[in-house]
């Protein structure tokens, strides 16, 4: 009876290591595909359809930009610009992910001359 109890702590702590060693080679594997840290951005309680509501969402997915993609302001020039163009990268993804009217709109308003304007294609 002591051989198999023993046997058995073997084996689970057999299947405990073989799960961790899985769950740490999928989380490696996630960030090395990913490259970036991600937020996700809420957004079901706003009217997007809306001016004031694509502003709020926007400005929800220039902050949740800014917190995962480093210091914007950084007496580092080099630090700053790489920041800068995450920001500017992340935001116009998000903004083309979700793909609306009003918030393109809005985004094309605070793009400038900077910036990569959206386009959307038409609806028939």
Known sequence: MKTITRNSKNFLAAVAAVCLASVAVVAH???AANG???RTVH???LDINTPAGAAVLYARIR???QQVCGD???RQLAVAAAAKACVNRAVYSSVRSVN???LTSVYNSHAGATRQPI???ADR
């Open 72 to 74: 914007v302001d950084s």
């Open 119 to 121: 386009n959307l294609a």
């Open 29 to 31: 594997a996630d960030e």
């Open 100 to 102: 609306s009217p009003k």
């Open 43 to 45: 957004y079901s309680d």
């Open 63 to 65: 902050n949740a930009a």
């Open 36 to 38: 970036v840290p991600a």
